[in-house]
């Protein structure tokens, strides 16, 4: 059985970014998401496995990242997923991305991520970005498996509010993830 590991971004008491339409944070959403992500695989019978891990607050980003990919390894992961959205003071700000380490596995991951995703949600392509300092990077360095970050839509814009209000919506985005994980490892 391939594991897939599910990290949701930021924590209980740091909750990234807010829905403009809604006011749920990032890290809500993201819980919600998780979940379907798991239900989709579960449901696909195609063999693999996926577990949601939350980010404690531990009084510092390092520390909390450190710890969350421990888990992920203890766990026994052969993939983990970290689950984001964007935002940005302008409105206009829209699309997809998907943060990768730049290491042959995890830049695969992310390639069929970003195609699922854009199939799912129809925004802009911001494209793969390989990111090896600053944030995000610990994120897919700390753990054994290829790592991916994904920013799906922006929180703030319209556009990406649109395309994700509905719960088939949220589905059409966990099943791109089971989907991607998938196509790149199976």
């Not at 984001?84 to 069929?112: D, I, M, Q, W």
């Not at 925004?123 to 793969?128: A, F, K, M, S």
């Not at 994700?164 to 994980?181: F, S």
Request: neutral net charge; glycine residues 8%; charged residues 25%.
């Amino acid at each position: 059985m391939f594991k897939l590991a599910i990290v949701v971004g930021h924590n209980e008491a740091s909750q990234g970014a807010i829905r403009q339409d809604t006011g749920q944070t990032e890290w809500s959403w993201n819980i919600g998401l998780a979940r379907m992500i798991e239900e989709a695989a579960h449901r696909a019978s195609i063999g693999i496995e996926a577990k949601t891990f939350l980010r404690k607050p531990v009084g510092s980003y390092i520390r909390e990242i450190r710890d969350v990919y421990r888990r992920t390894d203890e766990y026994g992961a052969d993939a983990t997923c970290e689950l984001h959205f964007n935002s940005h003071h302008n409105p206009n700000a829209t699309g997809t991305e998907t943060l990768t380490s730049g290491s042959k596995a995890s830049v695969r991951y992310a390639e069929f991520a970003q195609d699922r995703m854009l199939e799912a949600l129809g925004l802009r392509d911001r494209g793969e970005k390989i990111v090896r300092t600053g944030r995000g990077s610990h994120s897919l360095i700390s753990g054994r498996a290829p790592a991916i970050l994904i920013e799906p839509f922006f929180g703030s814009s319209p556009n990406g509010l649109k395309v994700t209000d509905e719960e088939h919506e949220k589905r059409a985005l966990a099943q791109a993830i089971v989907l991607a994980t998938q196509d790149a490892f199976l």
